[in-house]
């Protein structure tokens, strides 16, 4: 059959957008571990699934350039989004691409974007978005008369999606400016080693007179990672790809094939001395569906473990203490870290289990000059005010204010709150509450070393009254239970909060900080 002609024109200008009518560039690219924007959407979305809108568009430079420059060199604007499909489900895909203008932010490019994000709004569809790029605003694009072009709507629409739709954001390359905003409003952020991040690229740095400073310099991974900007680092594209997808199927409602580890592992995983450091994620991934946890945030603030995972096929959140830094206490940073989370938890609707081994929150002139008041106070009002069921497990100590802003301010605001055999809740630290109670007593003891085997003695009477089975008998805690029930505990109580097999979040904006 005959084609027409007209068919053909398109035909032929679509096949200008492929990267295969680019090969020169593509292969620096990949010289230099590189990934164009169709090959990221490619790995993310299923086979034949994608449905691009703005394919056609060019910048906005005909006043520079001429038109096979333009068909050439600024292919879709430098932005390639569209809708599809993840094992699937309905999703939206965007990337910008860094083979138009290092992936700088065109005016088109914007106008595109902003298409998209209505059509997401509309369609509620989970998004990822591929952020990296140079920058927003590109001052190249002379054909529309812009004075600041800060009437861009793309970074507002962006952020208000938050708390409506799940966004993922992937981080392989320099990514700064406009592109950070993206990745920044995102509710979680992937990364690989090739990840530079910053408010400013290198031209803005030194342009403000602050020097020059090369784009890996500006916010390499590894200080992205520290400073908590990072949610998941991975080895590299590939690995972010299936990791956006990965953590967009904890968004997509609850699986149907699950396993769960022997229970009764869960009885020696915490040692019985409460000075014994411990890694609590083998605690999260036993009490989890096999393979379905994923921490988040990990190298930031670690003395708080953020995790999402699944029970019997159901997204939650876990909170821990990790009593191997600062032995569990709530720093600043923690404080913003747990806050964060759980507005994540309660906007899409994840039941929160935390899980309690604290000896209260940090304490000292160092802590306080980090605001200390001001952040652990964050953590108390996001728990007070989430919407989703809570569960509350005193792993082995819950001392004072801090065990108190991990149970939503009280053992009793949690859906339920238990602990474990061997648990030990006060007002504050056993030790600690000696000292001060008993100081006129001890004072009176001259001898250093009888004072302080005193100060144990009197430890270890005031622990015994502070046990977990004391606190229930006075109905402080809801109950104590063998750790082998927990797993079965949580799963009944959150099935009974969920009416109709779901449980909806509140549809809160997340605080991307």
């Excluded at 004072?400 to 053992?411: H, K, N, P, V, W």
Aim: hydrophobic share 45%; glycine share 10%; proline share 4%.
């Amino acid at each position: 059959m005959t084609i027409r002609a007209d068919l053909l024109d398109v035909l032929a200008r679509r096949a200008l957008t492929e990267d295969s009518a680019r090969p020169d560039a593509v292969e620096k690219l990949h010289a230099r571990g590189g990934t164009s924007a169709r090959e990221h959407v490619a790995r993310i979305v299923d086979p034949g699934s994608f449905v691009e809108y703005g394919r056609f568009v060019t910048a906005a430079q005909e006043a520079r350039r001429n038109m096979d420059e333009l068909l050439d060199r600024t292919v879709a604007d430098g932005i390639v989004g569209g809708v599809a499909t993840i094992d699937g489900r309905p999703c939206a895909v965007l990337s910008y691409d860094y083979l138009v203008m290092a992936g700088t932010q065109g005016m088109r490019g914007h106008r595109k974007t902003d298409r998209l994000l209505d059509v997401i709004g509309r369609l509620r569809l989970p998004t990822v978005f591929v952020a990296s790029g140079g920058g927003g605003r590109r001052p190249g694009d002379t054909d529309l008369p812009l004075v600041s072009a800060l009437d861009v709507t793309t970074f507002a629409e962006w952020a208000a999606l938050s708390g409506r739709v799940p966004r993922i954001a992937v981080v392989d390359d320099n990514c700064f400016a406009g592109n950070a905003v993206i990745a920044g409003c995102a509710d979680l952020i992937v990364a690989t080693p090739r990840a530079s991040l910053g408010m400013g690229g290198p031209s803005m740095i030194s342009g403000g007179g602050l020097g020059d400073v090369a784009a890996a310099d500006i916010g390499p991974l590894d200080v992205m990672i520290e400073n908590g900007v990072v949610d998941v680092a991975v080895e590299d594209s590939e690995d972010a790809a299936e990791m956006a997808c990965h953590l967009l199927g904890y968004f997509l409602g609850r699986s149907e094939a699950w396993s769960a580890a022997d229970q009764s592992v869960l009885r020696h995983l915490v040692p019985e001395h409460e000075r014994t450091a411990f890694d609590v994620v083998p605690v999260v991934e036993t009490l989890c569906d096999e393979e379905s946890v994923t921490v988040l945030r990990p190298g930031f603030a670690p003395e708080l473990c953020t995790a999402l995972g699944r029970i019997e096929g159901r997204t939650v959140g876990i909170l821990a203490n990790d009593s191997r830094y600062t032995a569990g206490a709530i720093t600043s940073d923690g404080g913003d870290k747990a806050a964060r989370f759980l507005q994540l938890c309660d906007a899409y609707g994840f039941p929160v289990i935390s899980l309690v081994d604290t000896p209260g929150i940090m304490v000292g002139p160092d802590a306080e000059r980090t605001g200390l008041v001001r952040h652990a106070s964050r953590l108390l009002v996001a728990a007070a005010r989430i919407q989703v069921p809570f569960i509350g497990v005193i792993l082995r100590r819950a001392y004072g204010l801090g065990a108190q802003a991990m149970l939503a301010g009280s053992t009793h605001s949690p859906l339920m709150t238990v602990a474990w055999p061997g648990a030990t809740m006060a007002a504050m630290g056993l030790e600690g509450a000696v000292r001060l109670s008993m100081r006129t007593e001890l004072e009176a003891i001259e001898n250093d070393d009888e004072r302080e085997d005193r100060v144990r003695q009197l430890t270890e009477m005031l622990r015994a009254n502070s046990t977990g089975l004391n606190a229930a008998r006075h109905f402080e805690i809801d109950d104590v239970i063998d750790p082998a029930e927990t797993r079965a505990l949580i799963a009944h109580l959150v099935n009974a909060a969920a009416a109709d097999g779901d449980i909806p979040g509140s549809g809160a904006a997340v605080d991307t900080w």
